[in-house]
T-cell receptor, first 115, second 117 residues
Framework: DTGVSQDPRHKITKRGQNVTFRCDPI?????LYWYRQTLGQGPEFLTY????????KSRLLSDRFSAERPKGSFSTLEIQRTEQGDSAMYLC?????????????FGAGSRLTVL | AQTVTQSQPEMSVQEAETVTLSCTYD???????LFWYKQPPSRQMILVIR??????QNATENRFSVNFQKAAKSFSLKISDSQLGDAAMYFC??????????????FGEGTQLTVNP
């Protein structure tokens, strides 16, 4: 098991372009989470999936953001019409459920820079 | 809503010395979990230690231990015999025990720890 993988690690784009990030969780984990982390701050929750179902979305997830997890395996996070304020690290994490004291395992993140 | 506060943006410690990072949280729940995560520069976040709120005994993992004060809603991390590899951003995090919360974590702002040789 190679842990949680995220791709790409770094994306530079121009304002107004669309970007997509991919996350491959640990294979036996059925929960998958997306967080956003701006420089010098703690991660903020965006959304999470249990298997293929998206169970919760933060109000931070504007209409320009969409996340999917087809077949309950990998997940994608798409940002449409990017804005400079979208520049951040996007972290993916996975865990088993029921959670109990189960730990979230994080990926290395995808850093987005919007010019 | 739960909040987590780390009042020390930066801390430094001499190698082999002990340092304590502070964390306070606010919640109306009685059952929850608390975590300390470490995020080295340009590397992924990894778990340092976790504490179940229903356990009175403070968690310990090798050189890392916590001081959990439930009534005061305080959860500090003590690092003993600090090593250069301990240098990182440390995040305190809260998670509700209620399944309806989906196990999502609420993080503090982080404390940047520098270890001086």
């Amino acid at each position: 098991d190679t842990g949680v993988s995220q791709d790409p690690r770094h994306k530079i784009t121009k304002r107004g372009q669309n970007v997509t990030f991919r996350c491959d969780p640990i294979s036996e984990h059925n929960r998958l989470y997306w967080y956003r982390q701006t420089l010098g701050q703690g991660p903020e929750f965006l959304t999470y999936f249990q298997n293929e179902a998206q169970l919760e979305k933060s109000r931070l997830l504007s209409d320009r953001f969409s996340a999917e997890r087809p077949k309950g395996s990998f997940s994608t996070l798409e940002i449409q019409r990017t804005e400079q304020g979208d520049s951040a690290m996007y972290l993916c994490a996975s865990s088993r459920s029921p959670s109990g004291a189960n730990v979230l395992t994080f990926g290395a993140g995808s850093r987005l820079t919007v010019l | 809503a739960q909040t987590v506060t780390q009042s020390q943006p930066e801390m430094s410690v001499q190698e082999a010395e002990t340092v304590t990072l502070s964390c306070t949280y606010d919640t109306s729940e009685s059952d929850y979990y608390l975590f300390w995560y470490k995020q080295p520069p340009s590397r992924q976040m990894i778990l340092v230690i976790r504490q179940e709120a229903y356990k009175q005994q403070n968690a310990t993992e090798n050189r890392f231990s916590v001081n959990f004060q439930k009534a005061a809603k305080s959860f500090s991390l003590k690092i003993s015999d600090s090593q250069l590899g301990d240098a990182a951003m440390y995040f305190c995090a809260y998670r509700s025990a209620q399944e309806t919360s989906g196990s999502r974590l609420t993080f503090g702002e982080g404390t940047q720890l520098t270890v001086n040789p």
